[in-house]
């Protein structure tokens, strides 16, 4: 499996951007994927999640109700749409994918995401 995030760049604060994260690998459809983040001096830290059928999402509750996961299963690709930015979403944005189901208590740790991008840089403007 490997996995490669694009779309990050400048942005002004108050703008949009929209993460692409593509899957190379078997079985698309049977992975939960992840957003990670990793701001400068920070930990990396838990952005949001899909599961394997789409069902189900989960945010951080500092990008609830202003970034949108989603995924298309027929393009091994995964969305992450960040609206109404803030200066403080500036980081690295990682993609990372578990394979099989994945309880809503443990969505944000990173040690079941088994495989995970290079990540590509968000920066928001103020």
């Known amino acids: 499996v490997q996995l490669q995030a694009s779309g990050g760049g400048l942005v002004q604060a108050g703008g949009s951007l929209r993460l692409p994260c593509k899957f190379s690998?078997?079985?698309?459809?049977?992975?939960?994927m992840g957003w990670f983040r990793q701001a400068p001096r920070k930990e990396r830290e838990f952005v949001s999640v899909i599961t394997w059928s789409g069902a189900n999402t989960y945010y951080a509750d500092s990008v609830k109700g202003r970034f949108t996961i989603s995924r298309d299963n027929a393009e091994n690709t995964v969305y992450l749409q960040m609206n109404s930015l803030k200066p403080e979403d500036t980081a690295v944005y990682y993609c990372a994918a578990h394979k099989g189901s994945l309880s809503s208590i443990y969505v944000a740790d990173q040690e079941l995401y088994a495989y995970w991008g290079p990540g590509t840089l968000v920066t928001v403007s103020s």
């Open positions: 690998g078997i079985a698309f459809r049977n992975y939960a």
